[in-house]
């Protein structure tokens, strides 16, 4: 006998994704999904974030990580709320864990919640959190070739953070072909050119993450 | 990597299916993958059957339909497949598209004894 089911193999997921959404939708919480592979800049971006807003919004921090947990800490050291999750080998964060870390931390002094997934830009494409915007940071040192090689996660997002533009002169990085392949496929994306190291540009990300937070 | 998490999901999908049906044997499951998700047929076999095992579906075959990435011009709107490296429309040359097949991430149906 066969038994048609056309479902999603990750309905479940997605099922507990926007159970997370409405957990933060009745705290007031925006929460942002920052992916990349490692070393792109997540971290930076988050510790970047927090100095520009300190005092402005209140910011919350899921850390996301295989086995360590020194990005919490350096984190911590910034006063602000912050909630690691091992994944104890596993390549992303999945719905399911997320909650467990919603539910761990003060959501009602929180208005930003930052994620700092697991570094891959794979496996996190699929597996939604409940977050209300997907982030993606690629850096200049990877190369532009990256929206080919991983082409959900370029479609999936809606904002690419191209960071460390403070290495442009030494490398060889065309951002015009790099923003064209991504906006084919993803018309209404929105590209910055950022450095979290001299904080070159940081003002354009942090002003269109305050317009997300005023429509919340 | 990620197919072990996808895996386990699809798993649990089928064995719920089946025990609502009355199933004794998952024999097959179609699945539906979209060549955008990345997901590696190998790999999903490999974690099926390690996790399978004791369970009605430890027998099931596998089999996969695998649908490549199809895109929609805005300009001409003519349908192309989408081949790496080649982002512009082969009708117009157009940078404008709409992505209309290969995230596909689905179990179409099982067959059960
Ligand atoms: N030159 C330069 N280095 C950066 C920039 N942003 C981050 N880095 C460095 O890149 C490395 C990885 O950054 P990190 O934030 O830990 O990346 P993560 O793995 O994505 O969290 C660190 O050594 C950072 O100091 C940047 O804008 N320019
Ligand atoms: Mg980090
Ligand atoms: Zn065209």
């Known amino acids: 006998m066969k038994i048609k089911v056309l479902k999603d193999i990750l309905d479940a997921n997605e099922q507990l994704a926007e159970r997370n959404r409405q957990l933060l939708d009745s705290n007031s919480v925006f929460a942002v999904n920052l992916l990349s592979s490692p070393g792109a800049g997540k971290t930076s971006l988050i510790l970047a974030t927090i100095k520009s807003l300190k005092g402005e919004i209140k910011i919350g921090v899921i850390e996301g990580d295989v086995s360590s947990s020194l990005d919490a800490e350096v984190i911590g050291k910034e006063g602000v709320p912050v909630l690691q999750i091992n994944t104890g080998g596993g390549c992303h964060l999945d719905a399911n864990m997320a909650y467990t870390a919603l539910n761990n931390l003060p959501l009602k002094s929180i208005e930003l919640l930052l994620i700092e997934n697991v570094g891959n830009l794979i496996c996190p494409a699929e597996f939604a959190l409940g977050e209300h915007k997907k982030v993606l940071i690629s850096s200049i040192p990877e190369g532009d070739d990256k929206p080919f090689k991983y082409p959900l996660m370029f479609h999936k997002a809606d904002a690419v953070l191209i960071n460390k533009i403070d290495l442009l002169p030494y490398l060889k990085f065309d951002i015009q072909s790099f923003s064209q392949a991504i906006k084919a496929m993803n018309q209404a994306v929105e590209i910055f050119q950022i450095s979290c190291a001299t904080g070159q540009r940081i003002q354009e990300w942090i002003s269109w993450l305050l317009i997300q937070l005023s429509k919340r | ?113």
């Not at chain 2, 798993?11 to 609502?20: F, G, N, S």
């Not at chain 2, 199809?70 to 429309?89: G, H, T, V, Y």
């Not at chain 2, 040359?93 to 992505?99: A, F, H, L, S």
Request: net charge negative.
């Open chain 2, 1 to 113: 990597m990620h197919e072990l998490a996808i895996t386990q999901s699809m798993l649990d999908l089928v064995l719920e299916q089946a025990e609502k049906a009355g199933a004794m044997e998952v024999g097959r499951i179609n699945l539906v993958i979209g060549e955008m998700s990345g997901v590696v047929e190998e790999c999903v076999k490999f974690y099926f059957d390690f996790i399978s095992k004791g369970t009605l579906a430890e027998k099931a075959a596998l089999s996969f339909l695998m649908v490549p990435t199809m895109a929609r011009c805005r300009d001409c709107n003519e349908s192309f497949e989408l081949k790496e490296f080649d982002w512009a429309c082969p009708y117009c040359q157009g940078n404008n598209m709409e992505i209309v097949a290969g995230k596909e991430l689905f179990l179409e149906s099982i067959e059960v004894e």
